[in-house]
T-cell receptor
Framework: NAGVMQNPRHLVRRRGQEARLRCSPM?????VYWYRQLPEEGLKFMVY????????ESGMPKERFSAEFPKEGPSILRIQQVVRGDSAAYFC????????????FGPGTRLLVL | AQKVTQAQTEISVVEKEDVTLDCVYE???????LFWYKQPPSGELVFLIR??????QNEISGRYSWNFQKSTSSFNFTITASQVVDSAVYFC???????????FGAGTTVTVRA
């Protein structure tokens, strides 16, 4: 997985709570993609970030979802006021170098909303 | 818009049989990249192979081989002499050079029986 880390691996939230998912690409790498795998919808692109910039958020739901990749620290995918439909596996991916075509995925965070 | 179609939902074979997974794609870009990823029961996404649009040479890597044909927009993947450990969901994916975000097919579940 080219050293892409995600935590937590599993997250349980009750409806209405907030979920924070973290992704750390390899040290020094500055590109992160987030994808969501819903049970009946497959893997879908959500957002593409570089350090301190959102490059493409065309796949993000319009409400309750936000993402950031600060200068220091991991990328955060934040889901406010979670609903049962948010239950999914969330993956982040990072290329091993800038403008590298191949994305390596982290292990994913399995979010379960009760 | 880019699109990836994996018509096969499930394939079941007996160990040592060959398995060929079909993938058809659509894109308007002249420069694009095709991938196969594997998702074993443990849930992580494992990169297998990548092919660039400008390189139609087909190759073999161990028990994996692929057949990329631009004329039919197909990128098929073969596992030779399948093993039980090959049991997984296999995803075909496409990215374009403008942003490298991945579009995935729906996946093909491969079950290899001993």
């Amino acid at each position: 997985n080219a050293g892409v880390m995600q935590n937590p691996r599993h997250l349980v939230r009750r409806r209405g709570q907030e979920a924070r998912l973290r992704c750390s690409p390899m040290k020094g790498h500055s590109h992160v993609y987030w994808y969501r795998q819903l049970p009946e919808e497959g893997l879908k692109f959500m957002v593409y970030l570089q350090k301190e910039n959102i490059i493409d958020e065309s796949g993000m739901p319009k409400e309750r979802f936000s993402a950031e990749f600060p200068k220091e620290g991991p990328s955060i995918l934040r889901i406010q006021q979670v609903v049962r439909g948010d239950s999914a596996a969330y993956f982040c991916a990072s290329p091993p170098a800038p403008n590298q075509e191949t994305q390596y995925f982290g292990p994913g965070t399995r979010l379960l909303v009760l | 818009a880019q699109k990836v179609t994996q018509a096969q939902t499930e394939i079941s074979v007996v160990e040592k049989e060959d398995v060929t997974l079909d993938c058809v794609y659509e894109t308007r870009d002249t420069t694009y990249y095709l991938f196969w990823y594997k998702q074993p029961p443990s849930g992580e996404l494992v990169f297998l192979i990548r092919r660039n649009s400008f390189d139609e040479q087909n190759e073999i890597s161990g028990r994996y081989s692929w057949n990329f044909q631009k004329s039919t927009s197909s990128f098929n993947f073969t596992i030779t002499a399948s093993q039980v450990v090959d049991s997984a969901v296999y995803f075909c994916a496409l990215s374009e050079a403008r942003d490298y975000k991945l579009s995935f097919g729906a996946g093909t579940t491969v079950t290899v029986r001993a």
